[in-house]
């Protein structure tokens, strides 16, 4: 018995903490993956180099002498009219075209690729590396966390909560559900659907920053970092169900634990693939994931 706690205590639960770190994360971009499609219909591939502008903006920002602190407020804030006119320019001058899905795949991932070179000019190949703004560690039941992954926890936590809370309890997030449902019906009753459209791209972009500024001191800050992490980010929002607010929340807890604790028994070579398998084994059984879409569930 002392022995099982002591490997649940200084292998399984920090391995386990791990997870729920890059979980939190994950999540703060799929919601704005799963509310972009859940409203527009649009699959958005270049949504990794928006994560990777956020936290590529936090850099620069910091380097400039901004405070961390402002800079949770001040980069999501700068991102929001960057949607928006990405939505506004890009977006809608194929959204009313017959094969509107394959076309602006196409012109999102076409977008970021752009996006990543832009990044090589500006920040050059190299991985940045900003200062832990949290240093230390504390100790909960037992455990010694670094305190920032903590409050990264705490922050990701409050922004989920924040996120569901603006949807399915305001007037704004009532409009964002009715024009999900039948945008015809939300124009007849007068919900200015194409600026409902733009802010709901803008605020899913504007998640994917604050991930990239929460990350940034964790993990290196270069030009390719958000072609790997929006795979996981497209698994959780296949896996919860394209759309839904709850389903991103639970499929990102469960396959970042997936991977995680995958980790400690076989090759991390293989985590990934046994997180892409769930999805595979997900689109079999229950193609629709585990709940609905946005306004419909």
């Known amino acids: 018995m002392a022995e099982a706690i002591d490997y649940f205590q200084f292998v399984l639960a920090p391995q386990m903490v791990i997870g729920l770190v890059l979980g939190i994360a994950v999540i703060l971009v799929a919601l704005g993956l799963t509310i972009i499609f859940g409203l527009l219909d649009v699959i958005n591939m270049s949504h990794g180099e928006f994560y990777a502008l956020g936290a590529f903006l936090s850099v620069s920002l910091a380097a400039l002498g901004v ?7 001040l980069v999501p804030a700068l991102m929001l009219p960057i ?7 890009l977006i809608q001058r194929v ?21 990543e070179d832009v990044f090589r000019l500006i920040w050059g190949p190299n991985p940045l590396r900003p200062d832990m703004p949290i240093s230390g560690a504390v100790e909960i039941a037992g455990l010694f966390l670094p305190l920032y992954r903590v409050f990264m926890i705490g922050v990701g936590v409050l922004i989920i909560i924040g996120t569901a809370l603006v949807v399915y309890r305001t007037r704004i997030g009532a409009m964002v559900r009715a024009a999900a449902f039948d945008r015809n019906m939300a124009a007849s009753l007068g919900v200015p659907v194409q600026l409902v459209y733009a802010g709901a791209f803008a605020f899913g972009v504007s998640l994917a920053g604050l991930a990239g500024v ?53 090759s991390p070579v293989w985590a990934d693939p046994i997180v892409f398998g769930i999805m595979v084994i997900m689109l079999m059984v229950r193609p629709q994931g585990l709940f609905g879409r946005l306004g419909h569930a």
Do not use: K
């Open 67 to 73: 405070p961390f602190w402002l800079l949770l407020v």
């Open 95 to 115: 959204f009313h075209s017959p094969d509107r899905h394959v076309t602006t795949l196409l012109l999102t991932f076409g977008f970021g690729l752009v996006l």
């Open 214 to 266: 929460l990350l940034a001191p964790i993990y290196s800050v270069f030009p390719t970092m958000g072609r790997d992490f929006i795979l996981m980010a497209f698994t959780v929002v296949i896996v919860g169900g394209m759309g839904s607010i709850a389903g991103a929340v639970i499929a990102g807890l469960f396959l970042t634990q997936v991977q995680a604790i995958a980790s400690l028994y076989i």
């Open 83 to 89: 949607g928006y006119i990405v939505e506004r320019v």
